[in-house]
């Protein structure tokens, strides 16, 4: 049977009945994954082996009634966060062959719940791009149209998902890395609030703005993995002592009298009017189901992809100074130490990944560091007020997820900034540290997935995960799939 | 004309904690290279660095013992730069928001009270080490020593000697002592001294252009190092050049100081905030606790031991230079030692045998009790203050009671009156010569019968009673 079709709760629910075993959904997922994966390429790393492995042992706990949330249920991975003994590579030749002596938080707690690893999934080199095109390895497919970009810089992750080669997967968001990719997948993904997640043993980008959130089929999924990814993490100081509530327990309430802001910023002129067409449907029916549209405004979200870039690449600067071809990973040769180092960051670093660091190095630079480093600081300040602000009104934020459906393979490498534009409805949410999701809202007249973003409060999941489940349950673009 | 040397200290001390800064790595001395690292002190991708509170004790301890100013939030910054001792290619410290700022400290020089103050304390991770000796060529890195945590105490400009610099220093590093912070040892590199000096024509407000001399790595070279750059930049601007800003390394070896990297070879080291770590508060009831638990200081307890014990400043001083020392003499006086006495024979005696063995005053033999012991037998004329000397060489030595040991040796001074007459009589049958020369005014004969007696009653003989018999019978 195609197991490999459903999501976490299903699966679950016939794993508790002892129904299926582990060994089948693990075995369908890789069976899926034979017939898909030459087309779709979300994986760097597939890891069949470890992957029977486990699913024997969630068998055998399942057996002896010890079943946890994610028994038997085959994840995804985003190759950012480190694995033990399984090779992390963040899509970059620069860490080709590094394996990690050490877990993430985020795959320890999957571990004790239980889960199977399928692999770990492809990424724009660092998590930095929008479309899998930067990775250092090859570009990941969106299944929806095989000429088309799956989103970045979790592309793998989503692409995964939507291609059901998985029954979830983790990404990585610093600017929109989860959302833009699970819109254009036609997929769930969720930025958790800064802070709510452990960053430990995620290969940092920029620390400031990374977060890791599940990518799923449907919200009730995307609530079950972020309960169990959840909570402080003594390894990370910036992880909030903040307490983790059951995020499933309000799916399924209505939304009678939920407050939902549209901010005019969002909706742009040169945004595709399908894309616009579809959030603008979407609002209709959040109003029908009795919420009530409010406009909102966010005046300086103008300046978010500008600060966001200042930011990001600052600390990117600093974050992969480490990687001087020593310790793990590529190593080229060189004439002598100095060279060796310079050979192995000029060989190992992708353009977009070296483009970044230069222009992080130079934001930080004596004599202009206060014209753009503290400025960006003292505008994220603003931004973050934006929606302080704005939720004095309003209990969630409605937005398009991207301006766009999925665009043509190549149709932005040569243009960066265009690139960077691919992102410009999600990286305010970084920056100001709120939970963002995005769902799926429709499709384009050429069949491409289309999300809307619901933004909350600082560690407010449960309201976005409600309103989300809410609209989910009342139509069914979450159920339609590609055709493969 | 007349120059005014104006000096700054940076010093780099070495926190006494178990683990690093931010890991749970120990922070042993002398272990095999990189035995004692983990991931997260390597820098190997995706960890994330947490606070040892410990090292933040540590430092605010020394901030309210140095009167600086306890930030309520205070930051760790990145500090930029590529080295192979470095693995994250940055080094987590403190910039624009340290632990403690505005301090100072007081020094005694040529009896004048200075005040020199502390801009900033901050804390940092120590970097590893390259080890480029008997490797046969190649150069190693050892990162045991990368994440021990340091604390970076940074003077004002305030210091107008080498002579006080050095006093400036043994005043930190007798402050960390006392606080246990830091076991001040230069030459292991625990407390490291930078300096930056300028000179200026006496009488000039603007400061001269300074050089920051590094890798002063011994106590005696604090005021070496300085003095020498003091003259040179003398000499520089005397025969018509300019001091340029530049670092500066001192060569031991050679007795100069040389030049390192200019200003415009200076690294930019790109601060900025660590975003892995979130600001740290400290609130006032932290800081009180703190401030209860600190044990008295050295100036503290020099004003003590002058006040209660009548001491001399110079010997409170010395005295108090080292919290054992005082505990030590503490200890002697409350064992009933009469204070002076007691001070006399840790600061002369004590000392000396200590120096010679580089040994502690915590593990010699030798324990306050067994002093004022000693010195009870002096009072009660029991021995005589010479005989004293060898008594306490052989305590040191064994850690055995005085009164067991003069006992055994039969060093008990004589006393009686007959038997110290008996020799005198003896002596002055036995000289006629020197009697007569003494008795027409060669005064300084004492010291001839003195000794004979001396050396006929092995040392034993009551100096005091010896000499009043030999005046009375002499006269």
């Known amino acids: 049977m195609d197991f490999y079709r459903l999501g976490i709760s299903e699966i679950s629910a016939r794993l508790e009945k002892r129904e299926i075993s582990s060994r089948e959904v693990t075995a369908s997922v890789f069976s899926r994954i034979g017939s898909v994966e030459d087309r779709i390429r979300s994986f760097v790393t597939l890891t069949g082996d470890q992957a029977m492995d486990m699913a024997e042992k969630a068998d055998r706990e399942i057996a002896s009634g010890k079943r946890n949330t994610l028994s038997g249920i085959p994840v995804a991975v985003k190759d950012n966060m480190c694995t033990k003994g399984i090779p992390t590579t963040c899509s970059s030749k620069m860490l080709q062959g590094f394996i990690p002596p050490y877990e993430s938080t985020v795959t320890s707690k999957l571990l004790e719940q239980g889960y199977v690893l399928t692999g770990k999934t492809n990424l724009d080199e660092f998590a930095m791009g929008s479309s899998t095109e930067n990775s250092g390895f090859f570009t990941t497919r969106n299944p929806w149209d095989t000429g088309r970009i799956p989103g970045g810089s979790s592309g793998g992750s989503a692409a995964a998902v939507a291609a059901d080669e998985c029954i979830a997967a983790l990404g990585s968001d610093t600017g929109g890395s989860i959302r833009q990719p699970a819109a254009l997948c036609g997929v769930v993904g969720m930025k958790p609030t800064y802070g709510r997640i452990s960053r430990y043993g995620l290969v940092a980008f920029a620390s400031s703005l990374d977060q890791i959130g599940p990518i799923t089929k449907n919200v009730r999924d995307c609530a079950v993995l972020l309960n169990v990814i959840s909570g402080r993490d003594p390894l990370d100081s910036t992880s909030a002592p903040v307490a983790v509530p059951d995020f499933t327990a309000r799916i399924g309430k209505d939304i009678k009298g939920l407050k939902i802001g549209i901010p005019k910023e969002y909706f742009i002129a040169g945004m595709d009017p399908e894309v616009e067409k579809a959030v603008r449907d979407a609002i209709l029916q959040y109003a029908s189901l009795g919420a009530i549209p409010v406009d909102v405004s966010l005046p300086h979200s103008g300046y978010a992809v500008a600060t966001y870039y200042v930011l990001a690449t600052s600390e990117a600067s600093s974050n992969l100074a480490r990687y001087d071809g020593v310790k793990y990973g590529f190593r080229a040769e060189g004439k002598d130490l100095i060279d060796m180092y310079m050979q192995s960051r000029a060989q190992g670093f992708g353009a977009e990944v070296k483009r970044r660091i230069m222009l992080g190095t130079y934001t930080l630079s004596s004599g202009y560091y206060d014209a753009y480093y503290r400025k960006a600081q003292q505008v994220r300040t603003l931004i973050k007020g934006d929606f302080e602000n704005a939720f004095k009104t309003v209990d969630v934020i409605l937005t398009p997820t991207t301006p766009t459906a999925a665009f043509r393979m190549g149709e932005k490498t040569a243009d960066p900034l265009q690139m960077y534009l691919a992102d410009i409805f999600t990286i305010s949410v970084n920056l100001a540290g709120v939970p963002g999701i995005s769902i799926p809202c429709g499709f384009t007249s050429g069949n491409l997935p289309i999300g809307l973003q619901l933004i909350g409060k600082h560690f407010d999941e449960e309201t976005l995960l409600q309103a989300a489940y809410a609209y989910e349950e009342s139509t069914d673009w979450h159920r339609r799939k590609p055709n493969l | ?475």
């Open chain 2, 1 to 475: 004309m007349n120059w005014e040397p104006v000096i700054g200290l940076e010093v780099h001390a070495q926190m006494l904690t178990d683990t690093k800064i931010f890991c749970g790595c120990s922070t042993l001395f002398g272990s095999k290279p990189n035995t004692q690292t983990c991931q997260i002190c390597i820098g190997m991708p995706g960890v994330l660095p947490v606070l040892n509170r410990k090292a933040l004790e540590f430092a605010v301890r020394t901030g309210l013992a140095t009167n600086c100013t306890i930030a309520k939030q205070s930051r760790f910054a990145r500090k930029n730069y590529f080295y192979p001792d470095l693995p994250k290619g940055y080094q987590i410290s403190q910039y624009e928001q340290p632990i403690c700022e505005h301090g100072h400290l007081e020094i005694v020089v040529d009896g004048e009270v200075r005040r020199i103050g502390i801009t900033r304390i901050h804390m940092e991770e120590d970097a590893g080490k390259n080890i480029h000796e008997g490797t046969g060529g190649f150069s190693y890195v050892d990162l045991n020593r990368t994440g021990v945590p340091l604390m970076e105490i940074v003077s004002e400009p305030d210091i107008r000697s080498p002579k006080e610099a050095a006093e400036y220093m043994r005043k930190l590093r007798s402050i960390v002592r006392y606080l246990g912070v830091c076991d001040g040892n230069l030459e292991q590199g625990s407390l490291r001294c930078d300096a930056n000096v300028s000179v200026r024509p006496a009488g000039q407000k603007e400061f001269g252009t300074r050089a920051e001399v590094k890798n002063i790595n011994s106590f005696r070279y604090v005021e070496k190092a300085i003095e020498y750059e003091i003259k040179r930049q003398i000499r520089v601007i005397e025969d018509g050049g300019r001091v340029v800003q530049e670092t500066r390394l001192w060569d031991a070896n050679k007795g100069i100081t040389e030049s390192m990297r200019s200003k415009e070879e200076a690294h930019d080291y790109r601060y900025f905030p660590d975003p892995d770590l979130v600001p740290i508060m400290v609130d006032q009831k932290q800081i009180e606790k703190i401030r209860a638990a600190l044990p008295e200081l050295p100036d503290a307890k020099r004003h003590r031991f002058v006040k209660a014990f009548g001491l001399p400043e110079n010997d409170a001083d010395m005295l108090t230079a080292e919290r054992s020392t005082a505990e030590w003499f503490e200890a002697a006086v409350r064992a009933g030692a009469q204070a002076k006495a007691a001070a006399n024979w840790i600061m002369g005696d004590l000392m000396k045998l200590l120096n010679e063995e580089n040994r502690s005053i915590d593990d010699c033999f030798i324990k306050p009790l067994q002093l004022a012991g000693m010195l009870q037998l002096i009072d009660k004329g029991t021995i005589s203050g010479k005989i004293a000397k060898s008594v306490f060489d052989e305590m040191y030595k064994t850690g055995r009671d005085a009164d067991a040991i003069v006992r055994e040796k039969g060093l008990v001074q004589i006393s009686d009156t007959s038997e110290i007459e008996q020799v005198v009589d003896e002596i002055i049958a036995r000289s006629p010569k020197e009697v007569e020369r003494f008795r027409a005014g060669d005064e300084k004969l004492l010291g001839f019968f003195v000794g004979q007696a001396m050396k006929a009653t092995k040392g034993k003989a009551n100096p005091q009673m010896l000499n009043d018999l030999l005046k009375k019978k002499l006269s």
